[in-house]
């Protein structure tokens, strides 16, 4: 629940985006508060990615501005966005298929416990160990902890991609395209992951799949050609007249 004077835990204040000369985005302003699920859609196109690569500090707006708590990160490093609280799918893009799962989030976990351990002791070995552990319990992949990365099913590499996210414990997690390529029920299972995930953090997402969005997200901002079209509760979407125009190709 958000209270009056609580702020946004991520703001984009006119954030522009432009790849040589063309404008993959053009001065989009909106907020999420903290504790919130958000879906960002769009047509093919739109500038999903771009804005979820910009909110996730993959790369820095042409110009504009993104406010996490309200403190100014535009051009932050991304690594310096773990380390502050926002983590998002692919934070970390090797997934080694070769090493079983747990050894997977454990490396995740080691990199996380590095930044703060200095002395190095038995704890700080042991710790990642534990988070691991935990991180696997967290996305319901515990039963595949000795399993190779490279044997899971689609749904579960998806999972565990998650899991290594969550590894620096982040207030705010962008999942971009989190059911990509899942069958059916990999799909309601990653819908159930992630209802869990958002009311622990704030989550946004990047989706295509209308339908699992409509079941998810109390709100949800549209993008078109680059630039902020509408936002509002998945009625208040359906139900918009441009929203409808010039993402579900009616009206
Ligand atoms: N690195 C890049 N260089 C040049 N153009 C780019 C780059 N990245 C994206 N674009 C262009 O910016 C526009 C927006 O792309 P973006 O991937 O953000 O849209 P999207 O809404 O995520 O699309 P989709 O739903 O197809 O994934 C597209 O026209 C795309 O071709």
């Given at each position: ?5 609580q ?5 984009a ?11 993959a985005?053009?001065n989009v302003?909106t ?7 958000t ?5 093919n ?16 707006p042409t ?14 490093q991304q690594?310096e966005f773990a380390r ?12 080694f ?6 050894e997977?989030?454990?490396?995740a976990a ?5 930044r703060?351990d ?7 070995y042991?710790?990642?160990?534990e988070i ?7 996305v319901n992949?515990?039963?595949?902890r000795?399993?190779?990365?490279g044997d899971?099913?689609?749904?579960q ?8 996210a ?9 999942l ?10 990999e799909?309601?299972?990653m819908m159930?992951?992630i ?10 997402l990047?989706?295509h799949k ?9 709100r949800?901002?549209v ?6 079209l ?19 190709g009616?009206?």
């Amino acid at each position: 629940m958000t209270s009056p004077n609580q702020i946004p835990i991520l703001e984009a204040r006119n954030v522009s985006k432009s790849f040589g000369k063309f404008k993959a985005l053009q001065n989009v302003s909106t907020h999420f508060m903290p504790g919130t699920l958000t879906a960002i859609i769009g047509p093919n196109g739109a500038g999903k990615s771009t804005f979820f690569n910009v909110l996730s500090g993959a790369f820095p707006p042409t110009s504009g501005q993104i406010l996490f708590n309200g403190k100014d990160i535009t051009g932050m490093q991304q690594h310096e966005f773990a380390r502050i609280g926002i983590s998002k799918s692919f934070q970390i893009t090797n997934v080694f298929k070769q090493l079983t799962v747990h050894e997977n989030v454990r490396v995740a976990a080691q990199m996380e416990t590095a930044r703060y351990d200095f002395l190095r002791n038995a704890q700080s070995y042991s710790k990642p160990i534990e988070i691991a552990d935990q991180l696997l319990r967290r996305v319901n992949l515990e039963h595949l902890r000795n399993k190779i990365t490279g044997d899971l099913a689609h749904g579960q590499q998806r999972a565990l991609e998650i899991a290594m996210a969550l590894a620096c414990d982040p207030s705010l997690l962008l999942l971009d395209e989190p059911t990509a390529g899942m069958s059916p029920e990999e799909t309601l299972v990653m819908m159930d992951l992630i209802r869990t995930l958002a009311s622990e953090r704030t989550v946004i997402l990047v989706e295509h799949k209308m339908k699992l969005i409509m079941n998810l997200c109390k709100r949800i901002i549209v993008l078109h050609h680059g630039e902020f079209l509408a936002e509002g509760s998945p009625d208040e979407i359906q139900n918009n007249a441009e929203v409808r125009r010039v993402y579900l190709g009616q009206g």
